[in-house]
């Protein structure tokens, strides 16, 4: 009898003992979680104001409060935040944040973000220079903190659509590492070069493929979109940098129209038979009609009678 007493206290005594373990535990994650929490629903009430521009401050606001945050965790959620909408906004109010994040995180990330962009959205002459360099010699040092390497130069030169550089990448290409030429293959370059020449910067690159896009013959486009990989991804990649949706301003750029009537000619095309289409295309045709949805409701109105 003594001897079960004995147990049952030992056992309650570690119960105890690991419950004590897991509030601890429990108290300290709730820490962590608190700030990833308050981020994330300043960050929706941010998003919810009925102004753009009132959006646009509260976001500056809310990411300059949590970038300087003591948990490390969160700091790093808001620069995530940051560094994945960049495209939609304005780094240089951050400047002087990002160089404090930088202190407190002991790393140049801030700063390399803050030269990246000031490179890609800087004058054409510049970053064609940049990208040349970079391909030709491995790297190039745009400030103290960041440096061009040749993967980026070559992604960047074939979404601005560089086709000057042609020359210079067929020289080198097989030289670049098997990783390189995996993810960057030489006809997805061409095929971005081909749609995108000519442009004044990445939005105008942009307009620019659909344009060219919606404007190919549509058996020609059919073919290429079934048996050209390197043209397919090009065109896969234009649909969903110019229909993505601002989530700051609101709206779509009307350039996406010129797609959702691609779509409807390669419907047309197939005679109405959507199994037909998507089985000669493969998935191609449902992930391009995807990423144009935020124009459909409109299409969808204008073409009400073709539907």
Known sequence: MNRFFAAKVTITIMLITVHCWNVSWLLASNSKDDASMRLRSALRDAITQKSGDVRVDQIRKVLGGFLLIEDQTTRTEAFEYLYNHQRWLDLRPWADVLAEFDKLQDSDY?????????LLSGPREERLAAYKSAIESGSFAC???YRLLAFDALRFAALDGFEELLPTIRDKYDSFPPSTKRNLPLEWVTAHMELRHGAADRDD????????ISQMNDHVFLRRMEEDPGFRKA??????????VDPYRGGYSKDCDYLTDVLMRQYNLANGDRVKLQDRSGDWFQSMEHACEPAWPAWKEINATRL
């Open 235 to 244: 065109v896969m990649d234009s649909t969903k940098f110019v229909c993505a």
């Open 205 to 212: 690159a942009g307009r620019l493929a659909v344009m060219r």
């Open 110 to 118: 801030g700063q390399i973000m803050l030269s990246r962009a000031a």
């Open 143 to 145: 400030s103290r903190s």
